[in-house]
């Protein structure tokens, strides 16, 4: 199974701190937040990862290489200046990813989910992923945390394991934590190079009940805001987010 870290936004609202470093190359910790990710990919038992880059994309790169150091294979998917936004660029990443379910993970954010749960659901997701009279196709699996102060309305909420809006009150108010597994048939509408939010996809997928989900209860950070990751690093500093992720040695 791959994986995939987007990472290819301007990140507008980390300025100045963007400007000069890739969101997901500042640091909480001690460590860059999509190294964290890459670790816990690594224990996890992944190993081709994809990363798409834009802004400054030529620094993630130069840091993080081949992902030997990790034991993982790296490959990347260089986006046009301004990059395609979510869908877009898992749509133009497509051909490397391949035609079995994968695993997205947005690069500004740090979550203690169990990324081995992804393997299971991308075996459910490829024995489903086409319609039948008795069961819709399921074609994404989104992670689903508490909404935080910044995002107290949230976006969605779960029935039984079915993905619904929360302004449908089929359940409690949750917010996307930026983790899915999505089957590449997903994407089959996204026209090539197209700019485009996941939003929209989201929408159909919801109404055709192609999407599925699930509540994670642990550690979760938007780091959206300066403020945000200043926060971060202060609770990863006093241990109050356990992660102890296994730091694997570079293949020879």
């Given amino acids: ?38 670790e816990r990919l690594a224990d996890a038992g992944f190993r081709d990862i994809l990363i798409n880059t834009a802004w400054l994309g030529e620094r993630i790169r130069t840091l993080l290489g081949d992902g030997a150091r990790w034991n993982l294979a790296i490959r990347y998917s260089p986006e046009p200046p301004g990059a395609l936004e979510t869908a877009g660029g898992i749509a133009h990443a497509l051909p490397l990813l391949g035609e079995a379910p994968f695993l997205v993970v947005n690069g500004d954010i740090w979550c203690d989910w169990d990324f081995t749960r992804a393997f299971a659901v991308a075996e459910q997701m490829a024995a489903h992923e086409t319609d039948t009279p008795d069961t819709p196709a399921y074609l994404a699996h989104l992670i689903l945390v508490d909404n935080p102060a ?31 597994i999505f089957s590449p048939a997903f994407f089959t509408g996204v026209p090539a190079g197209a700019v485009m939010k996941l939003r929209p996809l989201l929408d159909a997928g919801i109404g055709q009940h192609t999407i599925h989900g699930e509540y994670h209860a642990g550690c979760w950070s938007d780091v959206g805001t300066p403020e945000r990751l200043h926060e971060l690093d202060r609770q990863l500093a006093a241990a109050t987010c356990h992660i102890q992720p296994t730091i694997l040695p570079a293949r020879a």
Avoid: Q
């Fill in 1 to 38: 199974m791959k994986a995939m870290i987007l990472a290819a936004g301007r990140g507008e609202r980390m300025r100045p701190l963007t400007d000069a470093t890739p969101k997901p190359l500042l640091c909480a910790g001690g460590k860059p937040l999509i190294v964290w990710h890459l």
């Fill in 150 to 180: 910044h995002h107290a309305g949230g976006d969605f909420c779960l029935d039984g394991n079915a993905l619904r809006y929360a302004a449908d009150g089929a359940g409690t108010s949750l917010t996307y934590a930026g983790i899915g």
